[in-house]
C-alpha cells in the first residue's frame, strides 16, 4: 500500500502514541475491506478457535458477559444478526489468517513508526470487531497497547485514567498481568467524572496510553472496528514489573509499589518476571487463562440472535472479586 491510511496527521497526533490519548482521523474503510459482504467473507474464512461470539447485558453498571456457540450459521447471517440484535463478534489475531487484513495493518505500523519519534511496534496483532448497535464492553484494561480504528457505525468509549490505582488496584494489575484475572476489572459510576469521553465517528482513530482503563457503548448501527495490538520493549517491560511486584510480595511479604519501567530496578525486575515464567514451565503447573463457559447459542429465529444455556450460576460469576472495588475519593 503506497497511499497514506492516515488522513492528516500532524506531528502533535505522531507524538502521542503510547503517551497520551488521541483522537485521529484515518482511511481504512477507503479498502473496501469491511462492506457487509467482506465480513461475511471473513467471518467464513476465519478459524473457529479464534472467533469469540459473545452477548452482554445492558447495565456497565453490572458486569454480565457471555460466550457462546456459532451453531454453524454462515458468516452472511450472523452478520445479519448483529444489525438485528445484541451480539459482539471478535474475529482474533486477523493478521495471521487474512493476509489482505495483514498486509493494512503492517502499512499502518510501518508509517507510524516512519513518523511517530521512538515508536516501535516489534510485535503487532489485530482483532476485527463487528458488534451489534446497542452492545456494550464492560470496563477493562488490555496488557497490550491498543488501537481502536473505528470504521462503521458509532459508539461512545470512556478512557479512564492511566497508571492510577484509584481506578484499578495494583494487584488488580498484578493479577490480570499474570493472568489470574481475565482483563475485566471491578467498575464503579463514580469514574465516570475523570473520564474522558469520546463519540466515535466511522474514520476515527481512538487510542490510549498502556492498560488504560476503558469502557464502550455502542450508539447507532451495525459497528466495525479493526482493534490492533502492539508490543515493544517499554510495553512488555511494565508487564513484567508487574508480575514482579506480585511474586515479591507473595513470596517475601514485601510491598514493592513502584511500577516504573526505567532504570537499574525495573530491569531487575524483569529479569524476576522471566525467570519465574521459565522455571515456571520446566517444573511448574501451566497456568491456563481465564475463559468463559459457552453459555449461548446462535440462533437465527430468536430475537435477539441467540438462546442461552442453563448453566450453574457460579460458572457465570465475574471474574473478579466484586466486593474488592478499588476507592475512589467522593
Not at 500532524?10 to 507524538?15: L, R
Not at 495471521?96 to 516489534?122: S, T, Y
Not at 450460576?313 to 475512589?328: G, M, N, V, Y
Request: glycine content about 6%; overall charge neutral; charged content about 25%.
Amino acid at each position: 500500500m503506497h497511499t497514506s491510511l492516515l488522513d492528516n496527521w500532524t506531528a502533535d497526533d505522531f507524538g502521542a502514541i503510547e503517551k497520551g490519548v488521541l483522537l485521529a482521523r484515518h482511511r481504512l474503510a477507503e479498502t473496501g475491506l469491511f462492506t457487509d459482504e467482506s465480513l461475511a467473507n471473513i467471518i467464513d474464512r476465519h478459524p473457529d478457535e479464534h472467533l469469540t461470539i459473545s452477548t452482554m447485558g445492558r447495565d456497565s453498571n453490572t458486569f454480565e458477559w457471555r460466550e457462546g456457540d456459532r451453531n454453524g450459521v454462515p458468516g452472511d447471517v450472523l452478520v445479519h444478526l448483529v444489525k438485528q440484535g445484541h451480539l459482539w463478534i471478535n474475529c482474533r489475531q486477523v493478521m495471521r489468517h487474512h493476509p489482505e487484513l495483514c498486509r493494512m495493518v503492517h502499512a499502518i505500523f510501518d508509517e507510524l513508526e516512519a513518523n511517530a519519534p521512538g515508536f516501535r511496534a516489534a510485535e503487532r496483532s489485530a482483532n476485527l470487531l463487528i458488534s451489534s448497535p446497542d452492545a456494550l464492553v464492560h470496563y477493562h484494561i488490555d496488557t497490550p497497547l491498543n488501537m481502536l480504528w473505528h470504521l462503521r457505525g458509532r459508539k461512545r468509549v470512556w478512557v479512564y485514567p492511566a497508571f492510577d490505582f484509584r481506578f484499578v488496584p495494583q494487584h488488580v494489575v498484578e493479577q490480570v498481568c499474570a493472568g489470574d484475572l481475565s482483563e475485566d476489572v471491578p467498575y464503579d459510576a463514580r469514574f465516570d467524572r475523570y473520564a474522558l469521553v469520546f463519540d466515535v465517528e466511522p474514520g476515527q482513530l481512538l487510542a490510549w496510553p498502556q492498560m488504560a482503563p476503558h469502557r464502550v457503548t455502542n450508539l447507532e448501527g451495525l459497528n466495525v472496528s479493526l482493534s490492533t495490538e502492539h508490543k515493544n520493549a517499554t510495553i512488555k517491560r511494565r508487564v513484567n514489573v508487574h508480575i514482579a511486584n506480585q511474586l515479591l510480595r507473595r513470596k517475601l511479604g514485601r510491598w514493592h509499589h513502584s511500577t516504573g519501567v526505567d532504570g537499574p530496578a525495573a530491569h531487575l525486575k524483569q529479569t524476576t518476571a522471566r525467570i519465574h515464567r521459565k522455571l515456571t514451565r520446566l517444573f511448574g503447573k501451566a497456568k491456563r487463562p481465564h475463559t468463559y463457559p459457552k453459555s449461548f447459542r446462535v440462533d437465527p429465529t430468536a430475537p435477539c440472535g441467540y438462546t442461552l444455556v442453563n448453566l450453574p450460576d457460579e460458572q457465570l460469576a465475574a471474574p473478579f472479586l466484586t466486593d474488592k472495588r478499588p476507592a475512589i475519593a467522593s
